[in-house]
């Protein structure tokens, strides 16, 4: 079992002078032994776990039986339910919250409880809401033979029916490289640089390759594809 610290300041000033952040890393590591510290610089109260890279790193790492200690039990946040979604990602790890200034973080008062409950109810009314629209949506779209999800590598929407695709000739040629190139044992890295030198251009803003892309290219089945994709003749 591991106790991680989660620091957090609200402004930029107070993220450049970084006495906040040690004032509260002095604080949790005077109650406890820290693995490792994560910290959001600059970010509100309010603001949502899609904000807050460093909370979400932490929470990634968290393991059953770990702790996540702030310095105070605002530094999670300061809108209730902002914190009952925290409170409650953590603890689906199996993982704990602690406040080093000897807050009650372990949430088990009736209006917490409540709230996390609330949370819980409106996330899953909401996932089922978009599970049914979503399944509506593929559904439709299957019987008058449109295209669903994303446009994947080596195909292009049809210009003569934005609902149709059609194959990407030059994409199609880098596909075969890095099919070629894999079956003789060469190594993700070693076919992004050999893509980048022979001109070949990746989907990305830059244009560059990187061996995630190669692996996602390369695990895509094309049986899988037919399944949902209808191709311009």
């Not at 006495?19 to 309010?46: H, M, P, R, W, Y």
């Not at 990634?60 to 409170?87: N, Q, S």
């Not at 989907?203 to 990187?210: A, I, P």
């Amino acid at each position: 079992m591991a106790t991680y610290s989660y620091l957090r300041v609200s402004t930029q000033g107070q993220a450049e002078s970084q006495a906040g952040l040690n004032a509260q890393l002095d604080a949790c590591k005077a109650v406890a032994e820290i693995a490792n510290t994560f910290a959001d610089e600059g970010v509100s109260g309010v603001a949502g776990l899609d904000k807050r890279p460093g909370l979400l790193a932490a929470i990634d790492i968290l393991k059953a039986g770990d702790t996540l200690i702030v310095a105070k039990r605002d530094r999670l946040g300061r809108d209730p339910i902002v914190v009952a979604m925290i409170e409650r990602s953590i603890e689906r790890k199996g993982a704990r919250i602690q406040s080093a200034a000897g807050e009650g973080t372990d949430s088990d008062n009736p209006a917490d409880v409540l709230m996390r409950r609330m949370v819980d109810a409106f996330a899953e009314y909401e996932r089922l809401i978009i599970k049914s629209r979503t399944k509506a949506a593929l559904k439709a779209k299957k019987e008058r033979a449109e295209r669903t999800g994303s446009v994947p590598y080596g195909y292009a929407v049809n210009p003569e029916n934005p609902k149709e695709l059609a194959v990407n000739e030059t994409e199609q040629q880098a596909i075969e490289v890095i099919k070629e190139l894999r079956s003789r044992g060469v190594s993700l890295q070693k076919i992004a640089t050999h893509l980048q030198l022979s001109g070949f251009k990746s989907r990305s803003k830059t244009c560059k390759w990187h061996k995630q892309t190669i692996s996602n290219i390369f695990k895509f089945q094309p049986s899988q594809m037919m399944l949902n994709l209808r191709l311009a003749a």
